[in-house]
């Protein structure tokens, strides 16, 4: 395991833990929806892939977007899980049904290797329906002012500063496709989940984790342009358009906010 790990990447993840403190301290400032819009950004699958770019070849990122377009409808799968579960189960009993559906479903869909348009097919449906069952979670919830504390930075940080190294090691030992699986672990979401019912309650976690449905659309775009311009135009510019489109997505979410209905409900407590 020693030849695998090395300053440099003991360096690279120092550098994602100030990405993710910096982006916490902003996250916590605002209120369920604004919060799932800032937890969609890549935070952990970002700096994932720019690493596993800096130490393989361009086709080896296709490779793992790819393995990622695939795995990626699991994440919103989880979710809508997790949110649907948290308010009547607890937030235990929620993170394991939503991890356990997120691997079973990642592990099939690795083990079958789907192609680019039967991803974006599998795309579609999950979104459709996920979209569909989460309108009743949707909105912001009143009443539900809590403590600031630095518990959240650090859990975030432990989070995904080990998926960022998993990914890295991984790819590594194995390969793209594991690199593209590992990659896709929702480390973020399920650290927000918890720190959210420890400080705010139930319903505002399902409210989050509702919220981060829509945005998780822009992720799919992101992954596909990664694994569409990957080869032809080098890693560094695919990377650089799928940030583009991630944020570009996000922020156009949050500004038709105000004429979408179903994202202005009041949820109180």
């Not at 981060?212 to 822009?218: F, K, Q, R, S, T």
């Not at 990664?226 to 560094?236: D, K, N, S, T």
Request: with cysteine; glycine share 12%; net charge positive.
């Amino acid at each position: 395991m020693g030849e695998f790990i090395d300053m440099g990447l003991v360096a690279k993840l120092g550098f994602t833990a100030l990405i993710v403190v910096v982006a916490t301290g902003f996250a916590a400032r605002f209120g369920a929806f604004i919060g799932a819009m800032i937890a969609a950004i890549p935070i952990s699958a970002g700096p994932a892939y720019l690493f596993i770019a800096m130490e393989n070849t361009d086709a080896f990122v296709a490779t793992s977007a790819l393995t990622s377009l695939g795995v990626n409808p699991m994440t919103v799968v989880f979710l809508l899980v997790t949110a649907a579960t948290v308010e009547r189960f607890g937030i235990v009993v929620a993170l394991l049904f939503g991890i356990g559906t997120w691997f079973a479903g990642a592990f099939i869909a690795t083990e079958i290797g789907l192609s680019f348009w039967q991803a974006c097919l599998w795309h579609g449906v999950v979104f459709i329906a996920c979209l569909y069952m989460s309108v009743p979670l949707l909105g912001d919830v009143s009443g539900s002012a809590g403590r600031r504390g630095w518990f959240d930075v650090v859990l975030r940080v432990v989070a995904v500063v080990s998926v960022v190294g998993a990914a890295v090691v991984v790819g590594r030992m194995i390969g793209p496709k594991a690199a593209g699986l590992v990659a896709l672990i929702p480390v973020v979401w399920i650290s927000m989940a918890v720190v959210t019912t420890a400080r705010l309650g139930r319903m505002t976690c399902s409210a989050v984790l509702a919220n981060g449905i829509l945005p998780m659309v822009g992720f799919w775009m992101g992954l596909s342009a990664v694994h569409l311009l990957a080869v032809p135009y080098g890693a560094g510019v695919a990377l650089s358009v799928a940030l583009f489109i991630c944020v570009g997505w996000t922020l156009g979410v949050t500004l038709a906010r105000p004429f979408i209905p179903m994202y202005n409900n009041v949820r109180t407590v």
